[in-house]
Nanobody, 119 residues
Framework: QVQLVESGGGLVQPGGSLRLSCAASPRLFSIYTMGWYRQAPGKQRELVGTITSDGRTNYVDSVKGRFTISRDNAKKTAFLQMNSLKPEDTAVYYC?????????????WGQGTQVTVSS
């Protein structure tokens, strides 16, 4: 069951920008914190940052000042604006969302979108 769909990945040169989107299924209600994660080849998945339902954000140190997370609650969509991209940002980027289902808090994931930073 697909709950989240990411888009916007691609190939970009170092110093460039990309904007990723994460659209939640209309069937997901009461979405709370949404997050962005990434996984580079041969490495564990790591947290990039999170955004609460009221817009508070948190970022890993390596992306602070370069990446910005935002969301549109009405459209159930989160965004990851990535500026000043570096080759080490190359990874598959995943979004997550905490939501209530049947009175239980669950976490949904997207399928991931590839971001490659290379000249």
């Amino acid at each position: 069951q697909v709950q989240l769909v990411e888009s916007g990945g691609g190939l970009v040169q170092p110093g460039g920008s990309l904007r990723l989107s994460c659209a939640a299924s209309p069937r997901l209600f009461s979405i709370y914190t949404m997050g962005w994660y990434r996984q580079a080849p041969g490495k564990q998945r790591e947290l990039v940052g999170t955004i609460t339902s009221d817009g508070r954000t948190n970022y890993v140190d390596s992306v602070k000042g370069r990446f910005t997370i935002s969301r549109d609650n009405a459209k159930k969509t989160a965004f990851l604006q990535m500026n000043s991209l570096k080759p080490e940002d190359t990874a598959v980027y995943y979004c997550s969302a905490d939501f209530l289902s049947g009175g239980t808090m669950k976490t949904g994931w997207g399928q991931g979108t590839q971001v490659t930073v290379s000249s």
